[in-house]
């Protein structure tokens, strides 16, 4: 038994995929989970209409947009290993999502545009990666077009992000055409049919049929032509005179990240790629605790909720609670201990997904991440064990940056909108503050981004069919408030101060929004036994 756990763990891999918006982050996971054999046709990430909508993408407004809003979880299998993919928001509004799922991954695959290099939204959650010293892949999309030059983008990876870069796979031209990649560690040539070199997206809607090679295969000339036979021998070369050898210990660090090349759209390069990514990352290891190092295989059943989705299923307003299982065996129900309430309680029906589909599961191994019907308990942060009672460390959250006073519509609807504000605000998509005790005033929403305020009044017009008006506020910044001592703190008399507004998030926390720096710095000098945080402890639950 114990073999087995230790076989099932080790074959897990849970990875999120990272980019800026618009490299192509829907589009490599649709074509992941065709290599899979998980879809038999990849759908193309487009508001086209009469093209197959991606298979990733569950909500309406994602389909509409081309745009990934939520994260959702894709699992499959491929050559006996168990892939579990934390498909992230692409969207930069979303990325505070995007920091909670890369939480529950034991990896990261960074995506690049291969004609725009290392962009902005790549930096900021490449940090986030850094920070936790993940194990970090770079793939470099979009090879099939006009771009960079493959050693540039070695280079800008290396001096914007500050980490070592060793190439694996390099890609292989034809004149301006891409006709395959040359895998370093393998001494492989793969060479794609011509045929399927132009980037149109019925020709990436099934896998490309490649043939494998070596670099002295005397029909590599014939294919290439002279100059393009020419260029890959020199280009191999220098990298082998030039380049770093492959260190195991430093990518597990996060000290360096191995590229890859190759077009999503077309499918060139991504089983090496695939195939590679299995052999070098990580399975899942011990996570930090309030109780010490929790260990994957020798410790009993654990696990952290690190995402809540209300309304997957429409029809029955149902909730779920995304937990990453951090060790041993979770067996359907089983009885644990819900750590923060610290009550005792039987997970019935643990679902896996793929987009909307879920499949209920009677079994799940460190590594694994499922579904388990929340009716309304769990919140972002929360740790789950049969063994011993511990918490594993907490989530960070962020103050938002863009705020809006909701103004209903329909006041006949004001159960529906107090009841889709509370559940929507515990997804963590944006963040909900009330006037305080004794006070009537209007709900504010925050956001880190604009397009998650018109996510939320789309979810709550669709979803609990309350038509409500976002009014913007001038108000700048979040900070959540406590007193030096330890006292509760008077809202109702920082009101009175007339240095922010004063408010309680949905955990019944003290908030103050202030409309400037400028108030932020007045309230900290009038008030200087209170204590202004821009993150709170916990996640705070948002809509």
Not at 13 to 41: M, N
Not at 121 to 128: N, Y
Not at 262 to 272: D, E, K, T, V, Y
Not at 305 to 312: E, H, Y
Request: contains cysteine.
């Amino acid at each position: 038994m114990a073999t087995d756990l230790t076989e099932e763990i080790h074959r897990r891999k849970t990875f999120a995929i990272i980019s800026h918006p618009d490299a192509g982050k829907t589009t490599l996971t649709e074509k992941l989970l065709l290599y899979g054999g998980a879809i038999q046709l990849a759908g193309a990430v487009k508001a086209k209409r009469g093209r197959q909508a991606a298979v990733s993408d569950w909500m309406e407004l994602e389909r509409e947009r081309g745009i990934s809003i939520t994260s959702s979880v894709l699992q499959f299998a491929y050559h006996g290993w168990q892939m579990n993919l934390l498909d992230t928001p692409g969207h930069a509004d979303f990325s505070e999502d995007t920091y909670r799922t890369l939480h529950a991954a034991d990896s990261a695959v960074m995506l690049l545009d291969c004609a725009k290099g290392v962009e902005p939204q790549t930096k900021k959650l490449f940090r986030v990666c850094k920070q936790r010293a993940m194990p970090i892949f770079t793939f470099v999309n979009k090879m099939d077009r006009p771009g960079r030059e493959p050693f540039d983008l070695v280079g800008e990876v290396e001096s914007v992000l500050g980490i070592g870069v060793v190439p694996i796979t390099w890609p292989i031209y034809k004149g301006f055409n891409f006709r395959g990649i040359y895998h370093r560690l393998l001494k492989r040539v793969y060479l794609f049919d011509e045929k399927h070199a132009g980037s149109s997206q019925q020709s990436g809607a099934e896998i490309a049929p490649f043939q494998v090679t070596g670099l002295d295969d005397a029909t590599l000339k014939s294919e290439l032509d002279t100059v393009g036979y020419d260029r890959l021998r020199e280009e191999a070369d220098l990298l082998e005179a030039a380049g770093d050898t492959f260190d195991k210990t430093k990518f597990e660090a996060g000290e360096v990240s191995p590229m890859f090349y190759g077009s999503a759209m077309n499918n060139f390069g991504l089983a090496p790629f695939l195939d590679t990514f299995c052999e070098l990352a990580p399975s899942p290891s011990a996570r930090e605790s309030s109780a010490g190092r929790v260990d994957p295989i020798t410790e009993a059943f654990s696990g952290f909720v690190f995402k809540i989705q209300a309304n997957m299923d429409k029809a029955h307003r149902d909730r779920v609670a995304f937990m990453r299982i951090c060790s041993g065996r979770f067996e359907r129900g089983a009885k644990v201990l819900h750590v923060r309430t610290d009550k005792t309680m039987r997970l019935a029906n643990p679902t896996t997904f793929m987009a909307q589909e879920r499949t209920i599961v009677d079994e799940g191994f460190a590594g694994d991440v499922i579904g388990v019907y929340d009716p309304g308990i769990f919140e972002i942060g929360d740790t789950l064990t049969s063994g011993k009672k511990f918490t594993f460390e907490e989530i960070p959250s962020f103050a938002p940056e863009h705020f809006a006073r909701v103004v209903m519509l329909d006041p006949l609807r004001r159960k529906q909108l107090k009841k889709g504000l509370e559940q929507l605000a515990q997804e963590g998509t944006i963040q909900l503050y009330r006037p305080p005790e004794g006070r009537e005033g209007d709900t504010i929403l925050g956001a880190v981004g604009k397009l998650q305020l018109e996510v939320v009044k789309y979810r709550l017009e669709n979803e609990y069919d309350a038509i409500v008006r976002l009014e913007p506020m001038n108000v700048e910044f979040a900070r959540w408030i406590s007193r030096a001592d330890g006292a509760d703190v008077d809202l109702l008399a920082f009101g009175r101060e007339n240095v922010g507004v004063p408010a309680v998030d949905v955990r019944g926390r003290a908030v103050a929004l202030f409309a400037g720096e400028w108030q932020v710095n007045s309230a900290k000098r009038y008030l200087p036994d209170l204590l202004f945080s821009e993150t709170a402890r916990g996640v705070v639950q948002r809509a």
